[in-house]
């Protein structure tokens, strides 16, 4: 690549920070222009001081989006602030008022056409009219329950049903994410918590939507259902313990339904002392697929990789609202053997 | 869909007739409106005639292609003709002529560049001219071995090598690709008739370049080999039988270097009485992707669904040359629950 593209990091949480390690571990290919936080410790910092890197990046942090895209006009925003679009679309917005394209990790971004239509006419009108392609990708929604799913189908004359398997050890993730699936709570914990809408995984629905309309399939009812796995033992994990009986994490799955038939069902759990991770794809159809990514896909790791591998993919995309079903294969970017 | 693709069939062997029956299945989706062969046993039947339906099509095979173009106007071609490119590459000038997106098994053509540069400028001038997309696919090249790699990597920060292992059991698949593996020769007779150019998979090649330009990757050094797997016992296939010590089929492999480093390994076995038939792709980076397909993609039926599914995608795509790594990720097309 002759010329690198030009990022902003907007958004230095946990998974922005990764982001902005990686931009600046693939600087033969891009180069970090900007970045933006509202939080006041981080704000006009330079963010080799937020990542604990000894050499300075001359990249300050901002708190004022417009005035940093205003100074930096980036090629591509990574985009890392919320799940939630309703929030923050403004934020999107205002790049593709700047002539920025977009990956974003938010969830609801990934198939935003259902849930939030206005919205989604707003910023495909917006991209449009700049030049820009936005994009919601990621992990989970925007690989292993939808894209993988749709991909499996492509070697098939006729499809009848898809089931995605996502089984995650969270034995081996951070603390927070341990704590966000409930990992040693009593059962009784687990319902009051669930009952306030604070467990559970954001886009399911839209990974049923990503696949459902890439096969043009027309689901008539979709259950999504949220569970606790019980732990069948006793799980010692680096942050936690988790005795027999007690909560070993979430099992959150959502079935689609044309007519009677369950067409498509996603199932995914994420509990410590997992003892099968893997991420598998069966396609019923002629001729049936069934794919399986082997370990699974480990999501810390894999997300920020889907994110920064959407780079280019935007930088290069057609103009408008994308989803990762309507641009090409995603593949990996800027790595050690890339020109 | 609201209105049908109108699609021609260009090429009526054993792949374009099982091409033609999908279409005619998928006649919410698409219309057949043309058929060519140059076979005298063919051209000016009803193509209901040649497949040994009771319905008549009412389209009728020609064996002028300008004419059935010209009176059929297609928004799609689904050419399976040639594994070559030099020979025929004069029936893609002629589609585009006519407006015609194409859809081909041609091996060549999944990534011409290097092989045929001339041509490819030549197909892509012609394809921007007249706005139409042509596309060389299949499942091998064109998937398993390739698009399939790619995607593997699309979770990847790192990817440092790349290692594909497609093992196919052709008890399970028809004589003719049986003989073309030399199962039941000697070795003797197998060197024999490799050194004639017999023998082999086309377009190993064509995969490696397909990965490597989807990750911008310099090779430097390609290695491509040719061997029989020997039979270590008898198998009795519907067809024909193999004796211990006989050749059970082909062992066809491409290696890709950077520096001294193998970053690419391709690797085919089809033979019969293979016991354990999967696609397997081995990304070696961070974080790791093991993705197996078990039980492997079954290639006859597989390879008419990754044309058929094709037609979609280039009448959707943009103007010119493109692949599979250029175009959306590949999906079914047309099925059963499809709008």
Redesign the interface.
């Known amino acids: ?1 002759s010329t690198r593209l030009k990022v902003v990091q907007f958004g230095i949480g946990p998974i922005g920070q990764s982001c902005l390690r ?1 931009v600046l ?1 693939k600087n033969k290919s891009i180069e970090l222009v900007g970045a933006i936080d509202i939080d006041p410790e981080k704000v006009g910092k330079d963010v080799s001081e937020i990542l604990g890197l000894e050499q300075k990046t001359g990249v300050i942090v901002g708190s004022d989006a417009r005035a940093v895209l205003e100074n930096a006009r980036p090629d591509v925003v990574v985009h890392t602030t919320s799940s939630f679009l309703a929030s923050m679309y403004d934020q999107l917005l205002l790049c593709a008022e700047y002539g920025a394209n977009v990956v974003s990790s938010t969830e609801e971004l990934s198939y935003p056409f259902d849930r939030h239509p206005e919205i989604s006419v707003r910023l495909d009108e917006a991209a449009k009219k700049h030049g820009v392609t936005l994009l919601g990708t990621g ?1 989970n929604p925007g ?2 329950m939808d ?2 799913a ?11 049903s898809i089931e995605v398997n996502r089984e995650v050890n969270a034995s081996l993730r951070r603390l927070p994410l341990q704590l966000k699936i409930g990992a040693g709570l009593s059962v009784e914990a687990f319902e009051e918590k669930k009952a306030t809408g604070q467990f559970g995984h954001i886009g399911l629905v839209e990974s049923v939507k990503l696949i459902a309309d ?5 689901i008539e009812r979709l259950n999504e259902t949220l569970d606790c796995v019980i732990s069948p033992k006793k799980v010692v994990t680096p942050f936690l313990t988790v005795e027999e009986g007690q909560v070993a994490g979430i099992h959150h799955y959502a079935k689609a339904f ?1 007519g009677d038939t369950c ?1 498509i069902s996603l199932d995914l759990k994420m509990f410590v002392g997992a003892e099968d991770p893997r991420d598998a794809v069966l396609v019923q ?3 049936p ?7 699974g ?2 999501g810390d ?2 997300t ?3 994110l ?2 959407g780079i280019p993919s935007v930088a290069a995309g ?1 103009a408008g609202l994308a989803t ?10 800027g ?5």
């Open positions: 690549m990686t571990s992990v690989y292993a894209a993988l749709l991909m499996a189908t492509g070697v098939c004359n006729e499809v009848t890439g096969l043009n399939w027309p044309i067409v159809g002629d001729p697929v069934d794919l399986v990514v082997r370990g896909i480990f790791t894999a920020v990789a889907t920064i591998n057609p990762v079903a309507s641009l090409p294969i995603p593949r990996a970017f790595t050690k053997w890339s020109k």
